[in-house]
């Protein structure tokens, strides 16, 4: 009876030490393939990231600069320095070594092959060559996605010294755009209130929600667009589909914003849209 019950523990034992030895395997292969015991998918924290960053747009920030009447800027890191173009009038370079070289805006040198633009100017602080490349650039430190990557050549006059840096930019939004506006002309031709009474479309633009909104003339209508340095292009427009009297204005109205890219001007309470084919014309409302 001795014999027998030392043998039933011994067996009891290897159970126990091979089934530890499978819930080890276990827990092995789970950590190695990103998955846990139960199948559900968990995170390989060793792993880099490679998706592009997707940190909300600081509107508020942005509206100062536009405000300021900055329309790009730039920055980068190690040592820190700032760029901004002024709207039409001025570059301005700053840096932590007290560097606040401005020189007046000029048209750029545009390289059509690698998307760039190269301002080049001059002034009694010293010179700036700023070139601007439209591709993905990621900020070194703060990880923040821009639609541009910047290196600048500047020379300090005053201390007759040149240094050459690189970082990254964006242009600031167009916020003009963004208030409610009801169509005034197409191409020249004003459009009669009294015919068209409660039927004249109107736009309107939200920045956070990256979308036109508004009444086609009867229809409700939105529309994805984006906007750099007031080029704006406005995706396929989408709209309910009520019946109605007057149509015709709406539909031309439509086809007229759909996918198009318009250069947009705010001057004066008044929006123009333009390109090589079209021009509308709106006034602002409430």
Not at 238 to 254: I, N, R
């Amino acid at each position: 009876m001795f014999e027998y019950g030392q043998l039933m523990k011994s067996i009891l034992i290897s159970l126990i030490t091979i089934s530890l030895l499978a819930l080890a395997v276990q827990c092995s292969n789970a950590r190695n393939t990103g998955t846990n015991p139960s199948n559900e998918t968990v995170e390989d924290i060793g792993q880099p990231a490679t998706e592009e960053p997707t940190d909300p747009v600081n509107y508020g920030w942005l509206y100062e600069k536009f405000e300021r009447g900055v329309t790009f800027y730039g920055s980068g890191n190690e040592p820190f320095w700032a760029l901004e173009f002024n709207r039409g009038n001025y570059i301005q370079f700053t840096n932590l070594d007290g560097w606040n070289i401005t020189v007046p805006m000029t048209a750029p040198a545009i390289d059509t092959t690698f998307h760039s633009y190269t301002y080049a100017a001059e002034s009694e602080t010293g010179t700036l060559k700023v070139v601007l490349e439209s591709n993905y650039c990621q900020d070194n430190m703060s990880g923040k996605a821009y639609a541009y990557s910047i290196e600048v050549t500047v020379r300090n006059k005053a201390s007759d010294q040149e240094i050459t840096v690189q970082g990254c930019g964006a242009y600031v939004p167009y916020f003009a755009l963004n208030d409610i506006w009801m169509l005034y002309s197409i191409n020249g031709e004003v459009l009669d209130k009294k015919t068209l009474a409660g039927h004249i479309p109107r736009l309107e633009f939200n920045f956070e929600l990256g979308k036109i909104l508004g009444n086609a003339g009867c229809n409700e209508y939105s529309a994805g667009f984006s906007e750099e340095n007031a080029l704006l292009s406005i995706g396929d427009v989408l709209s309910t589909k009520k019946a109605c009297s007057q149509l015709v204005l709406e539909q031309k109205y439509v086809r007229l914003i759909s996918g198009q890219t318009y250069t947009a001007i705010v001057t004066d309470g008044t929006l123009t849209l333009k390109n090589a084919q079209n021009t509308l014309v709106f006034k602002h409302t409430d």
